[in-house]
């Protein structure tokens, strides 16, 4: 079982993959995001009954994955962990929608299954494609291209300090969890008593630390805007690319590539 440490470190190691030195870490933020929320769009644009027409997608974050040196399995594992809210999504498909689609071998399969594997699969893609948009741009960079796309800058500040912070509470917590385990050897002091107790020691923790933080960023001149040591400029390599994708994006959306793929090897075969 893994440790609260364990948990820990592994909450920021997707964040710490987005300072590799690759193609698609060069790449510019801002281009990296519209192309994934265009991925998005276009993956959940296709009918409920869809399924053959989404597998080219996989494509897409597998080159992400290949050229910006991300480990699939670890998309993967976080995708998994999750994933029952899409299973829980699209559970009950199976019930409501009970028109036979196709029959297979004579295995009947319902409407409701096939909408239920649709869902499954547009929710590894769209999950995949921003993690794997965090893996090479860094959640700073993201909001930094929020911030450049119009995005109100008090609702991106909001957000790049929620996620900056959570770290900070989890220091906290772990710091917390470190003094009890000492204290009862990792046995004793489990119960609901002192669950409750730790609660309160971590909210006046954290109002402690909130106030040290806001104070500091007064003292540093924080107006409420984000502002980058980094400068960012999109260049012909991400117009050429952004240019490819979205050829790419367009092309699979409108011609079935498996249908087509297969009905070649038949004709083969």
């Known amino acids: 079982m893994l440790t609260f440490d364990k948990e820990y470190f592994n909450l920021g190691y997707l964040d710490s993959l987005s300072y590799k030195d690759t193609f698609i870490h060069r790449l510019d933020p801002r281009i990296k995001l519209i192309l994934s929320f265009i991925f998005i769009i276009t993956v959940v644009s296709f009918p409920k009954y869809e399924i053959s027409g989404l597998f080219p997608f996989f494509l897409f974050p597998v080159l992400l ?8 399995k670890l998309i993967a594992k976080k995708i998994l962990v999750v994933s029952p809210f899409a299973l829980f999504v699209g559970i009950f498909n199976p019930l409501l929608d009970t028109k036979v689609m196709y029959n297979i071998g004579g295995i009947l399969i319902s409407g409701g299954w096939v909408s239920f594997f649709s869902v499954i699969i547009k929710f590894f893609l769209t999950i995949g494609a921003a993690l794997l948009l965090i893996a090479t741009s860094s959640f700073p960079g993201i909001c930094y291209s929020l911030q450049k796309i119009g995005i109100p800058e008090i609702f991106v500040s ?6 900056r912070y959570i770290f900070v509470l989890m220091e906290e917590t772990m710091k917390i969890v470190r003094a009890r385990n000492m204290r009862s050897f990792e046995k004793n002091g489990l119960g609901v008593k002192v669950f409750i107790n730790l609660i309160g020691i971590l909210f006046i923790r954290t109002l402690e630390r909130s106030e040290q933080i806001y104070q500091s960023m007064l003292s540093r001149g924080f107006k409420g805007r984000i502002e980058t040591i980094k400068e960012y400029r999109i260049s012909r390599a991400d ?15 409108k011609y079935n590539l498996t249908w087509i793929f297969g009905n070649l090897i038949k004709g083969v075969m």
């Open 65 to 72: 994955s290949s050229l910006g040196d991300i480990p699939l």
């Open 158 to 163: 909001q957000l790049l300090f929620l996620y």
């Open 239 to 253: 117009i050429f690319f952004a240019a490819i994708t979205l050829t790419a994006f367009y092309l699979l959306r």
